[in-house]
Nanobody, 128 residues
Framework: VQLQASGGGLIQPGGSLKLSCAASGRIYSRNVMGWFRQAPGKEREFVATIKWSGDSTIYAESVKGRFTISRNNARNTVYLQMNSLKPEDTAVYYC??????????????????????WGQGTQVTVSS
């Protein structure tokens, strides 16, 4: 399984970006896809996650109301629409995918330990 993330870049505060992550290979149905980020000198942190059906999501408090996660299962792609960006959103953003079908969608998926595959990361820099 491979994940290819794209869409990062340099954006001014208050601007918007949309990240995409396309998965390829043997992908189980009823999977969970998520986004994490890592800023320089900091540990990786959870951003958002979405279950297979797309009708249930979880967000980090720091991005709630500004970011929206969505997915297109026909394309095996997950998206992260980021609005009202702040300098503190600057980080490398990673997409992640579970390698098995989930039994129930829960806060467990805010932990990177529950994902089996990771993309290479895409840099997002918010600066004037």
């Amino acid at each position: 399984v491979q994940l290819q993330a794209s869409g990062g870049g340099l954006i001014q505060p208050g601007g918007s970006l949309k990240l995409s992550c396309a998965a390829s290979g043997r992908i189980y149905s009823r999977n969970v896809m998520g986004w994490f980020r890592q800023a320089p000198g900091k540990e990786r942190e959870f951003v958002a996650t979405i279950k297979w059906s797309g009708d249930s999501t979880i967000y980090a408090e720091s991005v709630k109301g500004r970011f929206t996660i969505s997915r297109n299962n026909a394309r095996n792609t997950v998206y992260l629409q980021m609005n009202s960006l702040k300098p503190e959103d600057t980080a490398v953003y990673y997409c992640a995918l579970t390698g098995r079908s989930y039994v129930s969608f829960s806060d467990d998926y805010t932990s990177g330990a529950n994902y089996d595959y990771w993309g290479q990361g895409t840099q997002v820099t918010v600066s004037s």
